[in-house]
């Protein structure tokens, strides 16, 4: 980046010595002959008179334009005139011109040799010109130790200009020991005679405390009184002076003024630092073009920071065509002058590849040349090469070193480096307050991008207390002055409410500003704008255009979110086996996110074959980013033991782990683990209370299993409308079983008004969602008409869907129609292997049915034993019909030793449960008093509950108690309607007694009085009224 501030003190390069011709002193050399003419004409006539004097003044008349045009040649013939005459003056100047080609084609042999012989004669400004010459190498070897004894021959004899030349040999240590003490004295000498040049040195020893203490007022009076003597070096140090309000008051316009009254002078560091005022608009109004017109003539002139500053405007297009060529010639030429900002600018040339071929390790070495002189962008250039491992192999404490370095010269992009050093503890110990303090202090120089780093230490709380208020006012800042990072991270604060009020539209503008500087992080997240419409107009291809752009330029981020397009068919075809391919890509550089998805796609076989082993590792190293989504994976597959051991505990502490860190889903399994004690003691409550943390930030499972425990009782009172609500959040993300069970709801009125056609439509909803409970349900439906047309058929083919995915309840239900021939053909096989698959996944119906076939031998070998042990199975996981069932066994000894007293209890148990036939067994032993004491009454309850269940049995049993009058009032009109509904569902015995109404025996084997038989009849006659 070019300087913000000219603060360039170089004196003349030694190379450029500027030879002064004081008019002062040639006027005083030739004052008695100035006394004799009042004017040139008669100067004139006095040397075509053949007046020597007259002639040499007139020779300087001409060359000075003093009382005549100037006219160099004329300047010559005239020198010449009075050299012929041996006038010795005159024979100086003269061999000057011949040495210079002033007025005649330069002549070095001639010149010298005319400067030697009046050296020769003690003439002073002879002996100085003759150093001269030593000091440059013009006509003789170059010998810097003679020109400086010969400036010193003259100078101690008085002589201004070897005075002023003496003194510059000890200021830079040319020919002699480096003394500022000495180079001041002999400045002091020579000013003390108002020679400018002079004058302008001691004023740079004031400016600067070489040889003196610095003394800013006496420099400026030095520089004003060699500007007043018409030397330009010192008009443009005087120009500084009011640029920078050093000794004056800061004037940046009469700093122009000096700089174009010096640059016309051909001063080349005038002209530059005007140059510099028309790049910048400082002084001046902003002018490219004249920048770039000021550069040039000051770099033709060979002065390096012109020669830079010229090849930055043709790197970049400023004020003149873009021309990287030139840019590369310019900054060789400044570099070759070892100037070191144009070999910093050379190195980063080399190290990106611009106007040369890319050499990364060219880059570092001039890189350290000029790090080396103390260019602190080099020096910070250099420490980035190895903070990168570019062109060099990383060294972050190498980087440090030259960080610090640049930073001690208050460079504010190092001070920023380094204090990303010291906040990640890079090549250095951690010390995040240090951190802060260095991008404070780079922030405050004015350093967009330690703004921005400022920011990100308030939005997180890195060295300082989190403020996200002052995060974004940072960020903010950085922004407007076109920071890139400082936009992606403002534009992220909108979108995600960040210490300002969330606004998308406002996001994806900062997104769109930083994108368009090619900042991948932003290229990235507005392809995400895009891609789900926030802020902006959906529209998937131009997200997929933007996420391939970032991937393209290596953001892993982009390059996983690409990927998900692929998995999912967002704005591509599907391709799972590309989504393999990019998360594979991003996570090799380390992504956490694609580390995850790629563990995904290989834990559920997506695009790649399954293998629970590589998923788990992938899932350990996202999870090792703290990546929650891993984290809580790991811990599924430690829980089940997915690809490693299982381990509950360790699988409850990843969930734990995951869910303090806030990831919703983490909190459900952790519920889930509480609710039935997998690696915990269980804890219903704790589990709905985690569903409850989960379901609160919107997760579906855990608005579903909140439901749930609402729906049962589990962990919380029962409360079926709490639990409607619950159901509906997660049914309204499509959470499948919520759908389903907000359909039971509404089937059977549980919490909401009963609504068959909605339940009909949720069951549909979630069975083409492909979720096998929810098709079971709709098979329901079909088989029992209800909110549909009854269709068995259809039933079927719904419950052998869900049972071919592993559905328990449809495979049952499949059994069950095999078992009776609903819409199939009967077939106790087939009826015997679906109640074998839902068996095995422990479903209870199951077990008893399987159970029943095991006892009567149906589809089976008979196996009483087998039936037991599967009658307990279902009883022990509550099946009441199982529980009846093992009960019957217990009362007959099947399969186990006879225990009325044990089938007493188990019907109890059952019909506690609502389970009918076990109230009817139950009933029947009151009524017998079997291993209960009888009590007709008790009898009589137990066979009402299992007759409202339309048990055909207990209808008849019933009727009995009516017939008889035992336990209930004698109503033979009750007793016949109890008959005829028993006999309606299939009870021989009840059919039987209608058929013999004159029957003389009731149920309980006694005869029955004759006048019951008269009641009876008209009973039966009434009854068929």
């Given at each position: 980046?070019?300087?913000?501030?000219?603060?360039?003190?170089?004196?003349?390069?030694?190379?450029?010595?500027?030879?002064?011709?004081?008019?002062?002193?040639?006027?005083?050399?030739?004052?008695?002959?100035?006394?004799?003419?009042?004017?040139?004409?008669?100067?004139?006539?006095?040397?075509?008179?053949?007046?020597?004097?007259?002639?040499?003044?007139?020779?300087?008349?001409?060359?000075?334009?003093?009382?005549?045009?100037?006219?160099?040649?004329?300047?010559?013939?005239?020198?010449?005139?009075?050299?012929?005459?041996?006038?010795?003056?005159?024979?100086?100047?003269?061999?000057?011109?011949?040495?210079?080609?002033?007025?005649?084609?330069?002549?070095?042999?001639?010149?010298?040799?005319?400067?030697?012989?009046?050296?020769?004669?003690?003439?002073?400004?002879?002996?100085?010109?003759?150093?001269?010459?030593?000091?440059?190498?013009?006509?003789?070897?170059?010998?810097?130790?003679?020109?400086?004894?010969?400036?010193?021959?003259?100078?101690?004899?008085?002589?201004?200009?070897?005075?002023?030349?003496l003194g510059f040999f000890y200021y830079r240590g040319i020919g002699v020991e480096e003394s500022d003490s000495e180079a001041v004295y002999w400045f002091s000498q020579a000013a003390e005679q108002e020679y400018p040049r002079a004058q302008f040195l001691l004023g740079e020893c004031y400016d600067l405390g070489f040889g003196v203490e610095a003394d800013m007022a006496h420099a400026?009076?030095?520089?004003?009184?060699?500007?007043?003597?018409?030397?330009?070096?010192?008009?443009?140090?005087?120009?500084?002076?009011?640029?920078?309000?050093?000794?004056?008051?800061?004037?940046?316009?009469?700093?122009?003024?000096?700089?174009?009254?010096?640059?016309?002078?051909?001063?080349?560091?005038?002209?530059?630092?005007?140059?510099?005022?028309?790049?910048?608009?400082?002084?001046?109004?902003?002018?490219?073009?004249?920048?770039?017109?000021?550069?040039?003539?000051?770099?033709?002139?060979?002065?390096?920071?012109?020669?830079?500053?010229?090849?930055?405007?043709?790197?970049?297009?400023y004020g003149v065509e873009k021309s990287l060529e030139k840019a590369v010639a310019l900054y060789q030429a400044a570099h070759h002058r070892s100037y070191s900002d144009g070999t910093c600018a050379l190195g980063l040339c080399y190290e990106l590849g611009t106007g040369v071929e890319q050499d990364k390790a060219k880059a570092v070495e001039l890189y350290r040349q000029a790090a080396?002189?103390?260019?602190?962008?080099?020096?910070?250039?250099?420490?980035?090469?190895?903070?990168?491992?570019?062109?060099?192999?990383?060294?972050?404490?190498?980087?440090?070193?030259?960080?610090?370095?640049?930073?001690?010269?208050?460079?504010?992009?190092?001070?920023?480096?380094?204090?990303?050093?010291?906040?990640?503890?890079?090549?250095?110990?951690?010390?995040?307050?240090?951190?802060?303090?260095?991008?404070?202090?780079?922030?405050?120089?004015?350093?967009?991008?330690?703004?921005?780093?400022?920011?990100?230490?308030?939005?997180?709380?890195?060295?300082?207390?989190?403020?996200?208020?002052?995060?974004?006012?940072?960020?903010?800042?950085?922004?407007?002055?076109?920071?890139?990072?400082?936009?992606?991270?403002?534009?992220?604060?909108?979108?995600?409410?960040?210490?300002?009020?969330?606004?998308?539209?406002?996001?994806?503008?900062?997104?769109?500003?930083?994108?368009?500087?090619?900042?991948?992080?932003?290229?990235?997240?507005?392809?995400?704008?895009?891609?789900?419409?926030?802020?902006?107009?959906?529209?998937?291809?131009?997200?997929?255009?933007?996420?391939?752009?970032?991937?393209?330029?290596?953001?892993?981020?982009?390059?996983?979110?690409?990927?998900?397009?692929?998995?999912?068919?967002?704005?591509?075809?599907?391709?799972?086996?590309?989504?393999?391919?990019?998360?594979?890509?991003?996570?090799?550089?380390?992504?956490?996110?694609?580390?995850?998805?790629?563990?995904?796609?290989?834990?559920?076989?997506?695009?790649?074959?399954?293998?629970?082993?590589?998923?788990?590792?992938?899932?350990?190293?996202?999870?090792?980013?703290?990546?929650?989504?891993?984290?809580?994976?790991?811990?599924?597959?430690?829980?089940?033991?997915?690809?490693?051991?299982?381990?509950?505990?360790?699988?409850?502490?990843?969930?734990?782990?995951?869910?303090?860190?806030?990831?919703?889903?983490?909190?459900?399994?952790?519920?889930?683990?509480?609710?039935?004690?997998?690696?915990?003691?269980?804890?219903?409550?704790?589990?709905?209370?985690?569903?409850?943390?989960?379901?609160?930030?919107?997760?579906?499972?855990?608005?579903?299993?909140?439901?749930?425990?609402?729906?049962?009782?589990?962990?919380?009172?029962?409360?079926?409308?709490?639990?409607?609500?619950?159901?509906?959040?997660?049914?309204?993300?499509?959470?499948?079983?919520?759908?389903?069970?907000?359909?039971?709801?509404?089937?059977?009125?549980?919490?909401?008004?009963?609504?068959?056609?909605?339940?009909?439509?949720?069951?549909?909803?979630?069975?083409?969602?492909?979720?096998?409970?929810?098709?079971?349900?709709?098979?329901?439906?079909?088989?029992?008409?209800?909110?549909?047309?009854?269709?068995?058929?259809?039933?079927?083919?719904?419950?052998?869907?869900?049972?071919?995915?592993?559905?328990?309840?449809?495979?049952?239900?499949?059994?069950?129609?095999?078992?009776?021939?609903?819409?199939?053909?009967?077939?106790?096989?087939?009826?015997?292997?679906?109640?074998?698959?839902?068996?095995?996944?422990?479903?209870?119906?199951?077990?008893?049915?399987?159970?029943?076939?095991?006892?009567?031998?149906?589809?089976?070998?008979?196996?009483?034993?087998?039936?037991?042990?599967?009658?307990?199975?279902?009883?022990?996981?509550?099946?009441?019909?199982?529980?009846?069932?093992?009960?019957?066994?217990?009362?007959?000894?099947?399969?186990?030793?006879?225990?009325?007293?044990?089938?007493?209890?188990?019907?109890?148990?059952?019909?506690?449960?609502?389970?009918?036939?076990?109230?009817?067994?139950?009933?029947?032993?009151?009524?017998?008093?079997?291993?209960?004491?009888?009590?007709?009454?008790?009898?009589?309850?137990?066979?009402?509950?299992?007759?409202?269940?339309?048990?055909?049995?207990?209808?008849?049993?019933?009727?009995?108690?009516?017939?008889?009058?035992?336990?209930?009032?004698?109503?033979?009109?009750?007793?016949?309607?109890?008959?005829?509904?028993?006999?309606?569902?299939?009870?021989?015995?009840?059919?039987?007694?209608?058929?013999?109404?004159?029957?003389?025996?009731?149920?309980?084997?006694?005869?029955?009085?004759?006048?019951?038989?008269?009641?009876?009849?008209?009973?039966?006659?009434?009854?068929?009224?």
């Amino acid at each position: 980046m070019i300087e913000e501030k000219n603060e360039d003190r170089q004196s003349f390069d030694q190379d450029a010595v500027m030879v002064y011709i004081d008019p002062h002193l040639m006027q005083g050399l030739a004052d008695v002959a100035a006394q004799k003419a009042a004017n040139f004409q008669e100067l004139l006539s006095a040397a075509q008179e053949g007046d020597l004097e007259s002639a040499y003044q007139v020779a300087l008349s001409y060359a000075n334009g003093r009382g005549t045009s100037k006219d160099s040649e004329l300047a010559f013939q005239w020198f010449q005139r009075a050299a012929d005459g041996d006038h010795i003056a005159a024979q100086y100047q003269l061999g000057v011109c011949f040495l210079r080609g002033i007025g005649t084609e330069a002549d070095i042999p001639r010149g010298l040799e005319l400067i030697t012989s009046t050296a020769d004669q003690d003439y002073l400004p002879s002996v100085c010109e003759l150093g001269l010459c030593y000091e440059m190498g013009t006509g003789v070897e170059e010998s810097k130790e003679r020109a400086a004894e010969l400036y010193r021959q003259a100078a101690q004899q008085g002589d201004a200009r070897a005075q002023c030349n003496l003194g510059f040999f000890y200021y830079r240590g040319i020919g002699v020991e480096e003394s500022d003490s000495e180079a001041v004295y002999w400045f002091s000498q020579a000013a003390e005679q108002e020679y400018p040049r002079a004058q302008f040195l001691l004023g740079e020893c004031y400016d600067l405390g070489f040889g003196v203490e610095a003394d800013m007022a006496h420099a400026v009076e030095l520089y004003t009184k060699a500007h007043d003597g018409g030397y330009p070096p010192a008009t443009c140090s005087l120009g500084l002076c009011y640029e920078l309000g050093k000794g004056v008051e800061e004037d940046k316009e009469r700093a122009a003024r000096l700089y174009l009254q010096s640059a016309e002078e051909e001063d080349p560091r005038a002209q530059c630092n005007l140059g510099f005022f028309y790049y910048w608009g400082i002084g001046v109004e902003k002018d490219l073009a004249q920048a770039v017109l000021w550069f040039s003539r000051s770099a033709e002139q060979q002065y390096p920071r012109a020669q830079y500053l010229l090849g930055h405007c043709y790197e970049f297009g400023y004020g003149v065509e873009k021309s990287l060529e030139k840019a590369v010639a310019l900054y060789q030429a400044a570099h070759h002058r070892s100037y070191s900002d144009g070999t910093c600018a050379l190195g980063l040339c080399y190290e990106l590849g611009t106007g040369v071929e890319q050499d990364k390790a060219k880059a570092v070495e001039l890189y350290r040349q000029a790090a080396q002189q103390g260019n602190a962008r080099a020096q910070c250039n250099l420490g980035f090469c190895y903070y990168q491992g570019i062109g060099v192999e990383t060294d972050d404490k190498t980087a440090v070193e030259w960080f610090q370095k640049a930073a001690d010269q208050e460079y504010p992009r190092a001070m920023m480096l380094l204090g990303e050093c010291y906040e990640n503890g890079y090549g250095i110990d951690r010390d995040a307050a240090k951190a802060v303090a260095l991008y404070t202090k780079a922030h405050e120089a004015g350093h967009p991008p330690a703004t921005c780093s400022l920011g990100l230490c308030y939005e997180v709380g890195t060295g300082v207390e989190v403020d996200k208020a002052k995060a974004v006012q940072l960020y903010r800042q950085a922004a407007e002055e076109e920071d890139a990072r400082a936009q992606c991270n403002l534009g992220f604060c909108y979108y995600r409410g960040i210490g300002v009020e969330a606004d998308d539209k406002q996001a994806a503008e900062w997104f769109q500003k930083a994108a368009d500087q090619n900042y991948r992080r932003a290229i990235y997240l507005l392809g995400e704008c895009y891609e789900y419409g926030y802020g902006l107009e959906k529209d998937v291809n131009r997200a997929i255009e933007l996420y391939t752009k970032a991937h393209e330029a290596g953001y892993p981020p982009a390059a996983c979110s690409l990927g998900l397009c692929y998995e999912i068919g967002t704005g591509v075809e599907i391709d799972k086996v590309k989504a393999v391919e990019l998360y594979r890509q991003a996570a090799q550089q380390g992504d956490a996110r694609a580390q995850c998805n790629l563990g995904f796609c290989y834990y559920q076989g997506i695009g790649v074959e399954a293998d629970d082993k590589q998923a788990a590792e992938w899932f350990q190293k996202a999870a090792d980013q703290d990546y929650l989504r891993a984290v809580y994976l790991l811990g599924e597959c430690y829980e089940y033991g997915y690809g490693l051991d299982r381990d509950e505990q360790q699988a409850v502490a990843l969930y734990t782990r995951a869910q303090q860190a806030g990831y919703p889903s983490a909190a459900c399994s952790l519920g889930l683990c509480y609710e039935l004690g997998t690696g915990v003691e269980m804890d219903k409550a704790k589990a709905v209370q985690l569903y409850r943390q989960a379901a609160e930030q919107g997760d579906a499972r855990a608005q579903c299993n909140l439901g749930f425990c609402y729906y049962q009782g589990i962990g919380i009172e029962m409360d079926d409308s709490q639990a409607v609500v619950w159901f509906q959040k997660a049914a309204e993300q499509n959470y499948l079983r919520a759908v389903m069970l907000l359909g039971e709801c509404r089937e059977n009125g549980y919490g909401t008004e009963r609504d068959m056609a909605q339940a009909v439509e949720l069951y549909t909803k979630a069975h083409e969602g492909g979720y096998p409970p929810a098709t079971c349900s709709l098979g329901l439906c079909y088989e029992m008409g209800r909110g549909v047309e009854q269709d068995k058929a259809k039933a079927a083919q719904l419950y052998r869907q869900a049972a071919d995915c592993g559905d328990a309840r449809a495979q049952c239900n499949l059994g069950f129609f095999y078992y009776h021939g609903i819409s199939v053909s009967v077939d106790d096989s087939q009826a015997a292997q679906w109640f074998q698959k839902a068996a095995d996944q422990d479903y209870p119906r199951a077990q008893m049915l399987l159970g029943e076939c095991y006892e009567n031998g149906y589809g089976v070998e008979r196996d009483i034993t087998k039936a037991v042990e599967l009658y307990t199975s279902a009883h022990e996981r509550g099946n009441a019909a199982a529980t009846c069932s093992l009960g019957l066994c217990y009362e007959l000894g099947r399969g186990v030793e006879e225990d009325k007293g044990r089938a007493a209890q188990l019907y109890r148990q059952a019909a506690d449960h609502g389970n009918a036939r076990a109230q009817c067994n139950l009933g029947f032993f009151y009524y017998h008093g079997i291993s209960v004491k009888q009590d007709y009454t008790k009898a009589a309850e137990l066979f009402q509950q299992a007759a409202d269940q339309d048990n055909a049995r207990a209808q008849y049993l019933l009727g009995q108690c009516y017939e008889h009058g035992q336990g209930v009032a004698k109503d033979l009109s009750r007793a016949m309607e109890l008959y005829h509904q028993a006999a309606d569902g299939g009870s021989k015995d009840a059919k039987e007694r209608l058929e013999k109404g004159h029957s003389a025996k009731g149920t309980s084997g006694q005869e029955a009085p004759k006048q019951e038989k008269g009641l009876l009849k008209k009973a039966l006659k009434l009854f068929k009224k």
